[in-house]
T-cell receptor
Framework: DTEVTQTPKHLVMGMTNKKSLKCEQH?????MYWYKQKAKKPPELMFV???????INESVPSRFSPECPNSSLLNLHLHALQPEDSALYLC?????????????FGSGTRLTVV | DAKTTQPTSMDCAEGRAANLPCNHS???????VYWYRQIHSQGPQYIIH???NNETNEMASLIITEDRKSSTLILPHATLRDTAVYYC??????????????FGRGTQLTVWP
């Protein structure tokens, strides 16, 4: 298995809703990442998990809450989002965070906040 | 952090080689150069990376100048499916941003028939 799987592919949520994005990989990678990508912009790093521990938070608002239940799973819990949070949310993984390892990205979840 | 400079857009005829340049004049000795691409509405895809020597894999070749201040990604026989945004990234090897993969604006490569 050489893929990063993200679910759902599309999500529409209201500003008072709570939802979660899910990311899964079975490549034995010990680093996992969340990126956010607005239309016609490059991906922006949000969070880095290394060995199931949060190691980097790029000053992301608390309405985004990441979770890494085990080495294969990464969740992003969403609560009280704003319309400007609408974007493509990308998950990625790599063998380790530090070192010359390439990232494998999922296809993303396209989130619309209404 | 080493920054990269890439042309905003490039065109290439199908079947010809696509040569995508990247300048990284402030790169430090242990920083790797990575190339990713992103086809419309998909996640980025890792292509290749290198430190000092030229590298080749099934997708592309990476040529790094001797002074390491610039590099070129070569797609030897471009196809329509190679139309994508290509990102050249230098990963910091020190400081507060150690190891982070930051994307710049990249180069939009359009391959035409």
């Amino acid at each position: 298995d050489t893929e990063v799987t993200q679910t759902p592919k599309h999500l529409v949520m209201g500003m008072t809703n709570k939802k979660s994005l899910k990311c899964e990989q079975h490549m034995g990678h010990r680093a996992m990442y969340w990126y956010k990508q607005k239309a016609k912009k490059p991906p922006e790093l949000m969070f880095v998990y290394s060995y199931e521990k949060l190691s980097i938070n790029e000053s992301v608002p608390s309405r985004f809450s990441p979770e890494c239940p085990n080495s294969s799973l990464l969740n992003l819990h969403l609560h009280a989002l704003q319309p400007e949070d609408s974007a493509l949310y990308l998950c990625a993984s790599s063998l380790k965070h530090l070192g010359d390892y390439g990232y494998t990205f999922g296809s993303g979840t396209r989130l619309t906040v209404v | 952090d080493a920054k990269t400079t890439q042309p905003t857009s490039m065109d290439c005829a199908e079947g010809r080689a696509a040569n995508l340049p990247c300048n990284h004049s402030t790169i430090s000795g242990n920083e790797y150069v990575y190339w990713y691409r992103q086809i419309h509405s998909q996640g980025p895809q890792y292509i290749i990376h290198g430190l000092k020597n030229n590298e080749t894999n099934e997708m592309a070749s990476l040529i790094i100048t001797e002074d390491r201040k610039s590099s070129t990604l070569i797609l030897p026989h471009a196809t329509l499916r190679d139309t994508a945004v290509y990102y050249c990234i230098v990963r910091p090897d020190r400081g507060s941003t150690l190891g982070r993969l930051y994307f710049g604006r990249g180069t939009q490569l359009t391959v035409w028939p």
